[in-house]
């Protein structure tokens, strides 16, 4: 991702405590403090305290069970077929970055375009594929290197996860937490060793995506378990690329791994893990995703109003005004940009995302969020 640490910057790498038991520290690109403590970590945006706030399910766990994700790869173009009825397609390619399409029960051949998901030498798809059993890859010159993934993450065999008996959340915005959504770890490693190991660095903006997967989603808590796969594996990324995901019921979904002291997206020194959301801009950037595509749709009401409350906390965590325009400073090469606080994907990489309808709504979202 062009953003591998220096040996400078090796005291950001890996950071992890026995105890982990730091709360989150105020800093970033506008303001610096002292750290939070965890009781003010825990309070509300009403001023209560919520002790359940650090989502560490300290209230122990329940045992939940989650459709295991069935995978089928392929390589190369032509006719591929699954044992299983697929409920998405990834498909990565090196070359140009469009070109390639792909064909389904229907019949009818759809370009793959990126979507969120963008790499570089490449491109990058995720589609629905409707509980296909088959499909069809094709590509033109300039394309090679085709690898295809059929996803089922609905019926699949049961499989166990310890889920927090309490509702987990961060300073009153209730979330799913990894375990809650089925996140299976196992897929974070590769050879016997996590496949891209956490960085950490201050966070300095907020980036806004869509998924750009179907609209009326029966179960988006499948649809996080696609993505996860896709870009864990298909795109190799190690986990999933966002730090959060908002469904169209407002429903929070934890993203990146961490660590495990039950505090989302940071580490106890109040630093930011670096996620795969956004190509040249991903380190000090947090990632949040509506589920859904907001090209032609504007986000439901319920969606709209999480993501305000979710930027607001944790601006007000991290002494940052969402309505400020600052000098973001990539802190792994030094390159910089000029931009919002909260800003939309396409501010940063040349992609739709996160949708025209909510790009245009960013303005309202930053004032909202603002507002105290």
Same mark, same amino acid.
């Given at each position: 991702?062009?953003?591998?640490?220096?040996?400078?910057?090796?005291?950001?790498?890996?950071?992890?405590?026995?105890?982990?038991?730091?709360?989150?520290?105020?800093?970033?690109?506008?303001?610096?403090?002292?750290?939070?403590?965890?009781?003010?970590?825990?309070?509300?945006?009403?001023?209560?305290?919520?002790?359940?706030?650090?989502?560490?399910?300290?209230?122990?766990?329940?045992?939940?069970?989650?459709?295991?994700?069935?995978?089928?790869?392929?390589?190369?173009?032509?006719?591929?077929?699954?044992?299983?009825?697929?409920?998405?397609?990834?498909?990565?390619?090196?070359?140009?970055?469009?070109?390639?399409?792909?064909?389904?029960?229907?019949?009818?051949?759809?370009?793959?375009?990126?979507?969120?998901?963008?790499?570089?030498?490449?491109?990058?798809?995720?589609?629905?594929?409707?509980?296909?059993?088959?499909?069809?890859?094709?590509?033109?010159?300039?394309?090679?290197?085709?690898?295809?993934?059929?996803?089922?993450?609905?019926?699949?065999?049961?499989?166990?996860?310890?889920?927090?008996?309490?509702?987990?959340?961060?300073?009153?915005?209730?979330?799913?937490?990894?375990?809650?959504?089925?996140?299976?770890?196992?897929? +974070?490693? !590769?050879?016997?060793?996590?496949?891209?190991?956490? $960085? #950490?660095?201050?966070?300095?903006?907020? /980036?806004?995506?869509? @998924?750009?997967?179907?609209?009326?989603?029966?179960?988006?808590?499948?649809?996080?378990?696609?993505?996860?796969?896709?870009?864990?594996?298909?795109?190799?990324?190690?986990?999933?690329?966002?730090?959060?995901?908002?469904?169209?019921?407002?429903?929070?979904?934890?993203?990146?791994?961490?660590?495990?002291?039950?505090?989302?997206?940071?580490?106890?020194?109040?630093?930011?893990?670096?996620?795969?959301?956004?190509?040249?801009?991903?380190?000090?950037?947090?990632?949040?995703?509506?589920?859904?595509?907001?090209?032609?749709?504007?986000?439901?009401?319920?969606?709209?109003?999480?993501?305000?409350?979710?930027?607001?906390?944790?601006? +007000?965590? !991290?002494?940052?005004?969402?309505?400020?325009?600052? $000098? #973001?400073?990539?802190?792994?090469?030094? /390159?910089?940009?000029? @931009?919002?606080?909260?800003?939309?994907?396409?501010?940063?990489?040349?992609?739709?995302?996160?949708?025209?309808?909510?790009?245009?709504?960013?303005?309202?979202?930053?004032?909202?969020?603002?507002?105290?």
């Amino acid at each position: 991702m062009s953003e591998s640490p220096t040996p400078a910057q090796s005291s950001h790498r890996r950071k992890r405590s026995l105890s982990r038991r730091g709360m989150i520290a105020a800093g970033g690109a506008v303001a610096a403090g002292a750290a939070v403590t965890p009781m003010v970590f825990a309070s509300t945006d009403s001023g209560e305290t919520d002790n359940s706030a650090a989502g560490s399910g300290d209230s122990g766990t329940t045992p939940e069970k989650f459709p295991a994700t069935r995978t089928e790869a392929a390589t190369g173009t032509g006719e591929a077929t699954t044992a299983f009825a697929a409920s998405y397609v990834g498909v990565r390619w090196s070359g140009a970055k469009e070109g390639a399409a792909i064909r389904l029960a229907d019949g009818n051949w759809q370009n793959l375009t990126s979507g969120c998901a963008t790499v570089e030498g490449g491109g990058t798809a995720l589609v629905a594929a409707a509980d296909a059993t088959a499909y069809q890859v094709k590509a033109p010159g300039g394309i090679d290197g085709v690898r295809s993934l059929a996803i089922d993450t609905t019926d699949g065999p049961g499989r166990t996860f310890q889920v927090p008996s309490e509702p987990t959340r961060v300073r009153g915005v209730r979330y799913l937490s990894r375990p809650a959504w089925g996140a299976d770890e196992s897929k +974070r490693y !590769k050879d016997g060793k996590v496949n891209s190991p956490e $960085t #950490y660095y201050p966070l300095q903006i907020i /980036t806004v995506h869509h @998924t750009a997967t179907p609209n009326d989603d029966p179960d988006p808590a499948a649809t996080v378990r696609a993505i996860y796969e896709f870009h864990a594996i298909t795109n190799d990324w190690s986990d999933i690329g966002y730090h959060f995901l908002i469904d169209e019921a407002g429903n929070v979904y934890e993203g990146r791994y961490s660590g495990d002291d039950g505090i989302p997206a940071f580490d106890p020194d109040g630093d930011l893990v670096t996620g795969f959301h956004s190509v040249g801009y991903n380190s000090g950037a947090l990632g949040i995703a509506l589920i859904g595509n907001l090209d032609h749709q504007a986000p439901t009401d319920a969606a709209k109003a999480s993501l305000i409350r979710l930027i607001k906390v944790i601006s +007000r965590f !991290k002494g940052l005004d969402p309505e400020a325009r600052v $000098t #973001y400073t990539n802190p792994v090469n030094g /390159t910089k940009k000029d @931009t919002n606080t909260v800003g939309g994907h396409r501010d940063y990489f040349d992609t739709e995302c996160p949708g025209q309808i909510m790009y245009d709504l960013l303005g309202e979202v930053r004032a909202a969020a603002a507002r105290r």
